[in-house]
């Protein structure tokens, strides 16, 4: 298995707080991603990496920003939480552009009260 | 615009049964990628194939084979003999050649229930 850690794994969190979720890799991929998956839109995805300081929004990028200041780590931080942002939230990380096949870390399931 | 339909929300079947997950998918790119994970009751997702748009020859790997045809766009998976182990969410995706990254599409994914 790829050598993805997120963490947390659970978080509950109330409405305008800030939140961070980071993911941690051990492959040292070049692309990361962040992705949320909801009930009825599969998976979606919010913002990418393709290197250190290089980052990119998504199709659901509202209400997040990311940050990747070294090859292992890729934060996504919500700035003021919302209810719309409850979700279970999945990091990837993929060797190049398009060849390679995504491998995802476990999951942080975030809820916003 | 690229874009990926899993019209099966939801299929169940009786073990040893076969069953085929559909996918069609939309691309103007001559050169493209699709992929099919599986998502299990506990969460993790879990890459299964590979296939480039120039590659059209079924693979079988085990129970599992996949058959791509570009004239119909469709890249369907087949589960041979199925097993309670098969439940789970399973998810098609695309991605064009030299794409941003941001253009890998999902499915919305078909959850397979395999009843003992």
């Known amino acids: 298995d790829a050598g993805i850690t997120q963490s947390p794994r659970h978080k509950v969190t109330e409405t305008g707080t800030p939140v961070t979720l980071r993911c941690h890799q051990t492959?040292?991929?070049?692309?990361m991603y962040w992705y949320r998956q909801d009930p009825g839109h599969g998976l979606r995805l919010i913002h990418y990496?393709?290197?250190?300081?290089?980052?990119d929004k998504g199709e659901v990028s509202d209400g997040y920003s990311v940050s990747r200041s070294k090859t292992e780590d890729f934060l996504l931080t919500l700035e003021s939480a919302t209810s719309s942002q409850t979700s279970v939230y999945f990091c990837?990380?993929?060797?190049?552009?398009?060849?390679?096949?995504?491998?995802f870390g476990n999951g942080t399931r975030l809820t916003v009260t | 615009a690229q874009k990926v339909t899993q019209a099966q929300t939801e299929i169940s079947v009786v073990e040893k049964e076969d069953v085929t997950l559909d996918c069609v998918y939309e691309?103007?790119?001559?050169?493209?990628?699709l992929f099919w994970y599986k998502q299990p009751p506990s969460g993790e997702l879990v890459f299964l194939i590979r296939r480039n748009s120039f590659d059209e020859q079924n693979e079988i790997s085990g129970r599992y084979s996949w058959n791509f045809q570009k004239s119909t766009s469709s890249f369907n998976f087949t589960i041979t003999a199925s097993q309670v182990v098969d439940s789970a969410v399973y998810f098609c995706?695309?991605?064009?050649?030299?794409?941003?990254?941001?253009?890998?599409?999902f499915g919305k994914g078909t959850k397979l229930s395999v009843k003992p």
């Open positions: 995706a695309l991605i064009g050649y030299g794409g941003s990254q941001g253009n890998l599409i």
């Open positions: 990496s393709y290197g250190v300081k290089d980052t």
């Open positions: 492959e040292n991929h070049r692309y």
């Open positions: 691309t103007r790119d001559t050169t493209y990628y």
């Open positions: 990837a990380i993929s060797a190049d552009a398009d060849n390679s096949p995504l491998h």
